[in-house]
């Protein structure tokens, strides 16, 4: 009957936009993660009496925490599944928020947020994963970057969130409150069906079938997308294999890698991590203003973002990570050479942040979904499993060094040259950028892989020739 095909639909749509809303949620808990410890790190440090390496370390514990737990996930995600996956992480999220806001000491302290790395972690692998194996074929590209706009949703709301427990100082408040999402999340997930696609992997194909019936318009779509995965699934996981006896392979994994370190080493999370301290060292002394200028650094953000998410698919990879360099470098490049000659006025003292908010914007609009992006195109389907484990887990890693220097980088270079470093870095990535990273708008996924594997230099993967 027409009406009853009506109502199915409906609750299909519903049943899709409540999956994709949940994995969503993951995407904002690991946003609010990363941008909570801005605004509580200068009263944690004044509370526990901590040295500047002990900050370094409060802040990057989580990034360990992090990593291992993105080269855990890429196992458990396949060997139980991304939904039980996505659990484990929302369990590990709620117990290590509650741990740290209760921390009686910066050592519990730096544990808790070692759990909270790995709940992180995982959610980074799984949800984008999740997501991608279970929106409709329309829609799955603009998945990653609405995740990635979700975890900058994550950071802002954490700044305001900051903000607002910063009048009366009270750090633990600000660290414990992400218990609600978590809590949200958990609950949310048990009523989360599997991953058609790993269901299938798994050789459960009526499952499938029955989740993909839930979630698609008719039973032919339903049908079609199963055969597709049937198809797809000929093709064996077997990364670590191919990355011993195919050079080739080798390439794409190095490639991987090479991208998440220029997208940490850009410097962004320095001022994600440390924003507050940085208002400070710009001559905003006041911790009101230090705090909402970190709130306009994180909306700022938030907007860039819709930038890239008009950008990719228009200009594409390269230039607009091209543009995206050139911007931040200005950005760290003037910043650093404001703090070299001294902020004595209120204009200079504005005019530094705006070359704050340029790198800022230089950074969202370009690396920071672009790179996620590139990282899912390039690996050929046999080793995807393997070259995004090994690039996610690069992305906390260099994340953590990154986090665990910027102190003693400003304690032993000075302020000037710091930023200065990373201005150069920023250079140079325009310079490896068109070495070696390719252009993969508009090309398929197969097409590029047999580029890869013909052994085109890797900036040609993505020709059409
Ligand atoms: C990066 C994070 C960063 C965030 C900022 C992400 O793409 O991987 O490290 O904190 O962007 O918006």
Redesign the pocket.
Known sequence: MPGNTQKSRTSNKAMTLFVCFLAALAGLLF?LD?GVIAGALPFIAKDFNVTAHQQEWIVSSMMFGAAVGAIGSGWMSSRLGRKKSLMAGAILFVIGSLWSAMSPNPEMLIWARVLLGLAVGIASYTAPLYLSEIAPEKIRGSMISLY?LM??IG?LGAYLSDTAFSFTGNWRWMLGVITIPALLLLIGVFFLPNSPRWLAAKGNFRDAQRVLDRLRDTSEQAKRELDEIRESLKIKQSGWGLFKENSNFRRAVFLGILLQVM??FTG??VI?YYAPKIFEIAGFSNTTEQMWGTVIVGLV?VLA?FIAIGLVDRWGRKPTLILGFMVMAAGMGILGTMLHIGIDSQGAQYFAIGMLLMFIVG??MS???L??VLCSEIQPLKGRDFGITVSTTT?WIA?MIVGATFLTMLNTLGNASTFWVYALLNLFFILLTVMLIPETKNISLEHIERNLMKGKKLRDIGSQN
């Open positions: 946003g990363i990635q975890i900058t950071i997208q940490q962004m999370n994600m953000n973002t950074f969202a690396a920071g979904p790179i996620w992305n994340n």
